[in-house]
């Protein structure tokens, strides 16, 4: 195979063939979700470590999913229960983990830099499934399946991401994407939120702090989760938030007539998008959730599988099915 990844640790190292690749190999797991028996043997044996030491639900069970309509199972250690809360540092955690001799680990963690820090000291390959304010690339990956299949093609989109910039690695995570495809990306969000340095991410890259102004020929908007712990007085209240930053029918009508909308979830109704943009026709949420499954399916098969062809697997699986 010509594009063998060993890991998957941020998208900002990969180059357009790659992302394409992976685009392209997650296909026939998309068409895979609709089949009445979600159950393939492709990973039989295989154990996938889902290593979240930060809080997640989605995005953890998203890979539980994947791993296990592979065939795969899964072993699985929490934020709470971990030995982390009893001082244990990461890498022992992680070495505990990887002598349990799993295939993969997935990790999740607060720190920009862990996935990368654990890929240099064990055996098996690493995903990283979302690090500090760095990166969080299967995400990445979805948004982009969801933006191509919508759009038709990748390049060239005019895309307006929304919010807490300066902390989403999920802003992060498309901006290095989309730009490899000559996205103009268009960011917005209150003043604290979008420091000049997020112009040095990628080329073709402008900062709109009006809302009204950042959406005018926007074809995908993005709005991102707001952390409710960061909106206070005296920086900005949630009312001010509400105000100026969310996407309600009447802003999206300043985008592209077509625009699609994207949310990586969870998403707060009322506050970063009002419930008729998240209900709407434009609304591509559960889309995204869908195509989570099928590029975490294909990275899986990627990393832990090895040469088959995928798309003999979901033909095999068609086959038994009916
Ligand atoms: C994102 C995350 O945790 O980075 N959510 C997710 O993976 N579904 C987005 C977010 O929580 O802001």
């Given at each position: 195979m010509s594009h063998r990844f060993h890991h998957l640790l941020a998208i900002e190292p990969l180059n357009r063939e790659q992302i394409t690749f992976l685009l392209d190999q997650a296909k026939p797991f998309q068409e895979f979700q609709r089949y009445p028996l979600k159950k393939l043997a492709t990973l039989r044996g295989k154990t996938i470590a889902l290593a979240f030491f930060e809080n997640s639900t989605r995005t953890r069970i998203s890979f539980a999913t994947a791993a296990s309509r592979l065939g795969a199972d899964t072993m699985s250690l929490q934020a709470e229960s971990s030995s982390l809360k009893k001082g244990e540092s990461l890498i022992d955690t992680v070495r505990t983990l990887e002598a349990m001799k799993p295939d993969a680990i997935v990790i999740r963690h607060s720190s920009s830099g862990a996935a990368e820090f654990i890929s240099r000291r064990v055996d098996v390959p690493v995903i990283n499934a979302g690090d500090g304010t760095h990166e969080h690339p299967t995400q990445g990956l979805l948004d982009a399946l969801t933006i191509r299949d919508r759009r038709g093609k990748l390049d060239g989109c005019k895309i307006t991401i929304i919010g807490d910039i300066l902390h989403s690695r999920v802003a992060r995570s498309n901006i290095h994407l989309l730009s490899k495809f000559g996205a103009q990306i268009t960011l917005c969000g209150p003043a604290m939120w979008l420091p000049r340095e997020l112009e040095c991410l990628a080329p073709n890259i402008r900062r709109v702090p009006r809302l009204e102004e950042a959406l005018d020929g926007a074809e995908v908007v993005m709005a991102l989760r707001i952390q409710q712990e960061r909106l206070h007085e005296p920086s900005l209240a949630a009312d001010e938030y509400i105000l100026r930053y969310q996407l309600t029918p009447a802003r999206l009508?300043?985008?592209?007539?077509?625009a699609i909308v994207l949310h990586p979830g969870p998403m707060i109704r009322g506050l970063e998008i009002d419930p008729a943009v998240a209900d709407s026709l434009q609304s591509c949420v559960l889309e995204q959730v869908t195509n989570g499954l099928a590029v975490r399916m294909a990275l899986l098969f990627e990393l832990v599988a090895g040469s088959t062809d995928p798309q003999d697997h979901a033909k095999d699986s068609a086959h038994a099915s009916h």
């Open positions: 009508r300043l985008a592209h007539p077509d």
